[in-house]
């Protein structure tokens, strides 16, 4: 399923860069580009890394929605 339609990322790959060390929404951004359109995604791709990140037993870094 598209997270991240302006982007075209999905939640699998928003999952595989968490395991893979992405740790924030801004790193996020700069590996897939995700939030840097529209904007519209962020949340939930936020929403998803943090889930994520807990279920592999990472730290969360940084959630940053804003703009
Ligand atoms: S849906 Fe992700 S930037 Fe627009």
Redesign the pocket.
Known sequence: MYV????AVSDGQIRDAACQGVCSLEDLSKCLG????????RQHASDLLTETLAEIGKPVISIALAA
């Open positions: 991240c339609i302006c982007r995700v939030g840097t359109g529209c904007g519209r995604c």
